[in-house]
């Protein structure tokens, strides 16, 4: 189906990843970094790839996200769109034939179909149906704590999807946030409700009523900058 990479080039990269299959899942709460860490990682994976006289494109890291604004925000395509998952695999799909990394970010919109139908996209464009994601390396990227597919079984909900259970290899997790550098206590106050739930700590839902718009002790709409975050409970 697709030529395969030189023998030279195989030599080259496996000296430095010794040929081992990563099949990893990257974690971290919004704000630690995820997106910074895959951005950072192409950018050294292509600076790799000069030194060692390897050829580096758009397809040598693959990079995508589950939703399209996640996608725009690492430089990326959604996961359906590379991997054309609402069409049949043809030859010219040959442009995956010096992929040596995909990245999925935002793994907690993924269900366990979209799952297992990205393993068997992935062993049909590089031809090889008896490894995990057709043996090439891949990172999963994603908070479960985040939002769930729309539809579908969340990965988390199941005990038997033997791809995401069985064959993930590698665990990597982010804890330092860098959001709330200049506001620790609200950052760690946030990251206790997404711990434990909503505080009954009187003091610190005092403190969530000082950012209700129009409350006694909250601000006034004229006094919010105008790239300020709204979070509403209901559509405006």
Not at 9 to 20: F, S
Not at 62 to 77: C, F, P, R
Not at 180 to 194: I, S, T
Request: hydrophobic content about 40%; glycine content about 8%.
């Amino acid at each position: 189906m697709m030529k395969r990479k030189s023998n030279d080039e195989r030599e080259k990269i496996g000296k430095v990843n010794d040929n081992i299959q990563l099949n990893g899942f990257l974690s971290g709460a919004g704000g630690t970094g995820k997106s910074h860490v895959i951005k950072t990682a192409c950018q050294c994976a292509q600076k790799l790839c000069k030194a060692l006289g390897v050829k580096f494109d758009k397809r040598t890291i693959v990079v995508t996200a589950l939703t399209g604004a996640a996608a725009v925000s690492i430089n990326g395509e959604t996961t359906a769109g590379a991997f054309a998952f609402k069409r049949k695999v043809k030859d010219e799909l040959e442009e995956f034939k010096n992929t040596y990394l995909v990245i999925v970010d935002e793994v907690s919109f993924a269900s366990v179909e979209d799952m297992e139908l990205l393993n068997e996209k992935m062993k049909q464009i590089f031809d090889n149906p008896w490894e995990p994601f057709g043996g090439v390396p891949i990172v999963f990227s994603g908070d479960f704590a985040q939002l769930s597919p729309v539809g579908g079984r969340p990965l988390y909900k199941s005990e038997h999807c033997i791809v995401w259970k069985e064959y993930l290899n590698a665990f990597m997790e982010l804890r330092t946030n860098h959001r709330f550098d200049k506001d620790v206590n609200w950052g760690a106050m946030l990251g206790r409700f997404c711990d434990v739930g909503l505080s009954t700590n009187c003091k610190e839902v005092a403190i969530i009523n000082t950012r209700v718009v129009g409350a006694r002790s909250g601000p006034r709409e004229r006094n919010i900058p105008f790239d300020a975050v709204y979070a509403t409970k209901t559509k405006c």
